[in-house]
């Protein structure tokens, strides 16, 4: 493959932006990819998206753990709640509202480690 803009050069690489070959003369190198020289700005625009999401990605992480935590809490609080209440219909939708918080704390959390196996693989 020739640069698309010297035919008769060989190619170093290809634009990240607009995937045409480059020689060592029309390339410039971003340390995170090769572009042309006036897609600079286009390719650098693209490695900032990349780099926010994947930041965004692991935050994302910390919020599952924490509100499969505060679920958890929520759900145990109803349980013994109930338990202090005393009074059976009373005892009995504490414990099923203590059942439903643990339900989804625990499926938030399985749904977050499914996740993070499969972007691991």
Avoid: W
């Avoid at 439903?100 to 499914?114: E, G």
Wanted: hydrophobic share 45%; aromatic share 8%; charged share 15%.
């Amino acid at each position: 493959m020739n640069c698309f803009y010297h035919p008769e050069v060989p190619a170093i690489g290809i634009c990240k932006h607009c995937q045409k070959g480059l020689c060592t003369e029309c390339a410039v190198d971003l340390k995170h990819g090769i572009a042309c020289k006036h897609h600079q700005a286009e390719v650098n625009e693209l490695y900032d998206i990349h780099f926010m999401h994947k930041q965004s990605a692991r935050n994302m992480s910390r919020v599952y753990k924490q509100s499969a935590v505060a679920m958890s809490f929520m759900g145990i609080a109803g349980v013994i709640g109930g338990l202090v209440i005393g009074r059976a219909g009373l005892i009995l939708v504490a414990i099923g509202i203590g059942c439903i918080f643990l339900a989804i704390a625990f499926s938030v959390y399985a749904n977050r480690m499914k996740k993070g196996k499969t972007n691991a693989a």
